[in-house]
């Protein structure tokens, strides 16, 4: 299973919310400004990483735990998850909103450290504030472990042959740069409202015509797939790579030309052995 915990920035009760989850944090005591200072994540985040999932760790059943800034995008984001999920076989997800153990503390501390840059005055906000969410964060962990210990055990994602997304926010385009690149032969089979197999290229590769709304759902997909141990690649040269993620704009006839051009060259895209792979054909 893939739990993953989600706020508005991604820095403060979501990586809380993680670190409760493995243990990091203990949930009788309010944590030190040393410990939050030296927990992993914790008010560090950046605009950039606004919709990038990051991987806290694993627990004790080997579930991986997430956490990210969806900023107002929870539902788009989880869906967008859910699509390219069903591609490897990985239907088991657990999301958690954290938002409702954010007071005025620790929205103003955060606001004070990230927006401001007054670190040192915002922490002692956030000091307080996480103090005050931890009892709520508690609570919705513990009904997290205890539906994680319904699901599946966590997995590695299975082998696949390198796989092409093609992206945009409207169906037709990313349909038709999926057909192109096949030259028209395709047998689609639909994943996902939002996700579709089209065929398999000449060079072994599988391509997929894929409908995410903005560039945060794409980043959510992207950091994905890397903190899985997959290889990522969103523009030529392809080159050690497992996953091609083309997002299609206003020029998306040339950029898919370029990229399909670019992934031919590359030759035939045999699948990968990951480490630890799964050896079932679904992960969870």
Not at 165 to 179: D, E, G, K, M, T
Request: proline content about 5%.
């Amino acid at each position: 299973m893939r739990v993953v915990y989600h706020c508005y920035g991604g820095t403060h009760s979501s990586v809380l919310g993680a670190a409760l989850h493995l243990g990091l944090v203990q949930e009788g005591a309010a944590p030190s400004g040393e410990e939050l200072g030296a927990l992993p994540f914790f008010d560090k985040a950046t605009p950039i990483d606004a919709g990038r999932l990051r991987l806290m760790g694993l627990d004790d059943r080997g579930n991986r735990v997430f956490f990210v800034g969806r900023r107002r995008r929870a539902a788009s984001i989880i869906e967008a998850l859910r699509a390219f999920g069903t591609a490897w076989g990985v239907g088991d997800w657990l999301f958690a909103s954290t938002s409702m153990a954010v007071g005025p503390s620790l929205r103003l501390g955060g606001y004070l450290s990230r927006r401001l840059g007054a670190a040192r005055l915002g922490g002692r906000f956030l000091v307080r504030g996480a103090g005050m969410a931890l009892p709520v964060l508690a609570r919705l962990v513990a009904k997290c472990r205890r539906e994680a210990l319904q699901g599946s055990q966590g997995r590695d994602l299975p082998g696949l042959p390198r796989c092409v997304f093609y992206v945009s926010s409207r169906v037709a385009v990313s349909q038709a740069a999926a057909r192109s690149h096949l030259n028209g032969v395709v047998d689609p089979v639909q994943l996902h409202p939002w996700l579709a197999r089209v065929g398999l290229d000449a060079a072994g590769n599988l391509v997929h015509a894929a409908t995410l709304p903005g560039i945060l759902e794409v980043r959510s997909v992207e950091s994905w797939l890397s903190e899985e141990g997959l290889r990522v690649r969103s523009s030529p040269p392809f080159t050690d790579w497992d996953v091609a993620l083309i997002r299609l704009g206003t020029g998306w006839r040339r950029a898919a030309t370029q990229a399909r051009r670019a992934l031919e060259a590359q030759g035939e895209g045999t699948p990968r052995e990951l480490a630890n792979i799964a050896k079932t054909s679904g992960g969870s």
